[in-house]
């Protein structure tokens, strides 16, 4: 009688064989598939774009001294020397004062406000749907409304853009 291994049946072994078997397939499978790298690709330029390229920039500016007046002229390394201007600078302790405290107070106070309305809309047993649309209107109508500004700027008859 043979065993469950032998007859691909369940066991280990038998799931070690299988995935050594189709593991060379899934690789090549990756590496004709460049259809799928080119569908991400634009999304993937935009993302470094938009968002990895100004936090480096960032960096880069914080430990130099750029100056937006005269953004041509060359960066030379300053090391912490903007830092240290800016702890010196009573605007900008004030300004960083205004960040602890909006930090300390305001932030906490939104997200317990916030989780007292969640459980306060999920103990109503009647009109627990209406809560939960009013509560969820503002996330969705900004989308709705910029959808209907767009579709009567360009529409086919008396619009604003195709006239």
């Known amino acids: 009688m043979a065993s469950q291994s032998d007859?691909?049946?369940?066991?280990?072994f038998a799931a070690v064989r299988r995935y050594r078997q189709t593991s060379g397939?899934?690789?090549?499978?990756?590496?004709?598939?460049l259809l799928g790298y080119v569908f991400i690709a634009p999304a993937m330029a935009l993302y470094l774009t938009f968002n990895?390229?100004?936090?480096?920039?960032?960096?880069?500016?914080a430990f130099t001294d750029y100056r937006f007046v005269y953004p041509d002229t060359r960066w030379e390394f300053n090391g912490l020397s903007n830092f240290i201007k800016m702890v010196g600078d009573r605007r900008a302790m004030d300004a960083v004062g205004i960040s602890l405290?909006?930090?300390?107070f305001v932030a906490p106070a939104m997200i317990l406000i916030a989780l007292l309305l969640a459980v306060m809309?999920?103990?109503?047993?009647r009109g627990a749907g209406f809560y939960r649309w009013v509560v969820y209107l503002p996330a969705?109508?900004?989308?709705?409304?910029?959808f209907l500004m767009f579709g009567e700027m360009y529409g086919f008859q008396f619009s604003l853009i195709n006239t």
């Open 7 to 12: 007859t691909g049946g369940g066991g280990l």
């Open 25 to 33: 397939q899934q690789v090549s499978y990756r590496k004709n598939n």
């Open 52 to 61: 990895v390229w100004p936090i480096f920039r960032g960096f880069a500016m």
């Open 101 to 104: 405290k909006y930090l300390a």
């Open 121 to 125: 809309i999920s103990k109503v047993k």
């Open 140 to 146: 969705v109508l900004p989308v709705a409304v910029i």
